[in-house]
């Protein structure tokens, strides 16, 4: 269980936002933290790949490779 406090004007559009997707104010709220949290995982997957991989080709060999270079 988490308690929030928000400023009157979030809280309004929380509310409206809830409404026009016909759900409640508290699944609006779960499904964006679940969003949140997923997007943080895949970035530090991301970040973690970049950190570990090493460049095979120069740049110059992959534009040769593509016909990008004349």
């Known amino acids: 269980m988490l308690a929030l406090r928000l400023e009157r004007d979030l809280e309004a559009k929380l509310?409206?936002?809830?409404?026009?997707r016909?759900?409640?104010k508290s699944e609006v709220v779960r499904?964006?933290?679940?969003r949140m949290i997923e997007d943080e995982e895949d970035?530090?997957?991301?970040?973690k790949a970049l950190?570990?991989?090493?460049?095979k080709k120069t740049l110059r060999q992959l534009r040769k490779e593509l016909g990008l270079d004349r």
């Open 15 to 20: 509310a409206a936002l809830a409404k026009v």
């Open 31 to 34: 499904d964006a933290i679940v």
């Open 51 to 55: 950190r570990t991989t090493r460049m």
């Open 22 to 24: 016909g759900r409640s």
């Open 43 to 47: 970035l530090e997957l991301v970040e």
